[in-house]
């Protein structure tokens, strides 16, 4: 059965979007998915599943809108996927926590990066359906304006290995 790797977009720890891990491993759970297991605070979601990706997209989005009121996003992505984006992570010596790597739905325009604004000598590389944002003085103050930005959801370089090795664990329980 493959493992999906679940990454919702606007789950929050507190404020507008808080969804607590031990709701969303419920309600995954009573939509029939297996292994279910969450991974921080953050809308990190791992199971396993028979079913196409575009219907646990659909089931999963479904079920958190009638929860939350709205759907927040599900972006979808497979152990080997993680592997690669973690892999492919450009920046060579920036420290893994200071990487944000963007999910987005599908690749952005090949404008995306034309307005792109980096006051603080923040770098940024798309690949594929990723953006890569390597912010040197850390994200929190960071004034880094990149429209292509909003449909996605970001983890740092340090979450997206940890879902890999957490979704290749569940590969393996899932036989």
């Known amino acids: 059965m493959p ?18 891990m ?3 491993r419920t309600i995954c759970e009573d939509l029939g998915f297996a292994g279910v297991k969450t991974y921080i ?4 979601v791992l199971f396993y599943s028979d079913l196409a990706e575009p219907e646990v997209k659909r089931k999963l989005e ?4 009638e929860r939350m009121g709205k759907a927040p996003g599900v ?10 984006v973690a892999a492919k992570a450009p920046f060579a010596g920036a420290k893994p926590n200071f990487l944000l790597v963007t999910f987005l739905p599908e690749p952005p325009a090949a404008d995306a990066l034309d307005e792109l ?12 359906r990723e953006i ?10 960071s004034k880094l ?3 292509a930005l909003k449909r996605g959801t970001a983890r740092n370089l340090n979450t997206v290995r940890k879902l890999a090795e957490l979704a290749a664990a569940l590969e393996d329980e899932s036989g």
């Open 117 to 128: 604004v980096a006051p603080d000598g923040e770098e940024v590389k798309i690949d594929g």
């Open 145 to 147: 304006k990149v429209p």
């Open 75 to 84: 972006l979808l992505r497979s152990r080997r996927d993680l592997e690669a």
């Open 62 to 65: 479904k079920a958190l809108a």
């Open 22 to 24: 031990a709701e969303l």
């Open 41 to 44: 605070q953050s809308g990190n």
């Open 3 to 20: 493992v999906y790797v679940a990454l919702l977009r606007a789950v929050n720890v507190g404020g507008t979007g808080m969804l607590p």
């Open 132 to 141: 890569y944002i390597y912010y040197p003085n850390g994200s929190g103050r």
